[in-house]
């Protein structure tokens, strides 16, 4: 009798960072897992609970500065657990205000210093205007692989990466990490981090078996290559986002 594989995910405060529906990225990841005959094992991660120490990938959705302040001191807490996890090879996807919190800190608006998790290598400083609307990037997470990501921001926050820190992608529309630098995002290893809501996996499927097959290298030791699949409403919806962020993508909002 066949074993169903496991990838275990640790959902990080759904409860407060879950705007945009970020949340389901979590269900793009499930029905894509078992679509490839493997379970996904969604454990939830609050304010006071304990880090797993078998996640193979770590999720955090984004959220307003209120919420942000709110979780802030526990991500904190459990930044050096985090640090080792990614460490380890745990995958992990960070998203706007969560992909924030993972940096170094976040100054937000009122000038409040928000301690992150230090898990990548960068800071986020909130500016007066925000940066909203469709973007589109080019990703090139594989050598030679060169992908497209279409989504959505939202942000007060500047996010600036350290010299040598590797971006997610080069920005083809849109405003990304500062509205200057031309890129957006940060890969460190396994763990991305982005500002593209949306949710972000609907309209990228490649990016969610990238994730599903680093998460079941750290679990297994072999990072597989997945059948593709038949990704025909995914691939309209992403030409859709692409094309809204090529005709109006960056345009600063009001605060
Ligand atoms: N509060 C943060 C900012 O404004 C993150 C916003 C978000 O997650 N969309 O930059």
New binding site residues.
């Given amino acids: 009798m066949s074993v169903t594989e496991r990838i275990v995910v640790g959902h990080l405060y759904p409860s407060y960072?879950n705007?945009?529906a970020d949340r389901g990225n979590i269900a793009v990841l499930a029905v894509r897992a078992a679509w490839r005959g493997l379970e996904l094992d969604v454990r939830t991660i609050g304010p006071g609970d304990a880090t797993p120490v078998d996640v193979d990938l770590f999720y955090v959705?984004?959220?307003?500065?209120r919420?942000?302040a709110l979780i802030a001191p526990d991500l904190a807490s459990r930044g050096p657990a985090l640090v080792d996890a990614v460490g380890g090879g745990a995958a992990a996807l960070a998203?706007?205000?969560?992909?924030?919190l993972l940096g170094r800190f976040?100054r937000?608006?009122g000038g409040e210093e928000l301690v992150g998790a230090g898990v990548l290598p960068l800071y986020?400083v909130?500016g007066e205007r925000?940066m909203i609307g469709d973007v589109l990037l080019e990703c090139e997470l594989e050598p030679g692989d060169v992908r497209t990501l279409a989504g959505f921001?939202?942000?007060?926050?500047r996010t600036i990466l350290d010299s040598g820190a590797e971006p997610l992608g080069r920005v083809v529309s849109g405003f990304g990490n500062d509205g200057e630098s031309g890129y957006e995002g940060c890969r460190a290893g396994r763990a991305i981090g982005t500002?593209l809501?949306g949710p972000l996996l609907p309209r990228n499927p490649w990016l969610a078996d990238w994730l599903l097959a680093q998460a079941l290298g750290h679990r297994t030791g072999e990072v597989r290559v997945f059948e593709p699949l038949r990704d025909d409403l995914e691939a309209e919806a992403h030409m859709v986002s692409s094309a809204r962020a090529r005709t109006r993508g960056g345009r600063y909002g009001r605060v």
């Fill in positions: 960072l705007i945009y959705g984004g959220g307003q500065d919420e942000q998203v706007c205000g969560g992909y924030q976040y937000d608006r986020t909130a925000r921001e939202n942000h007060a926050g500002y809501h």
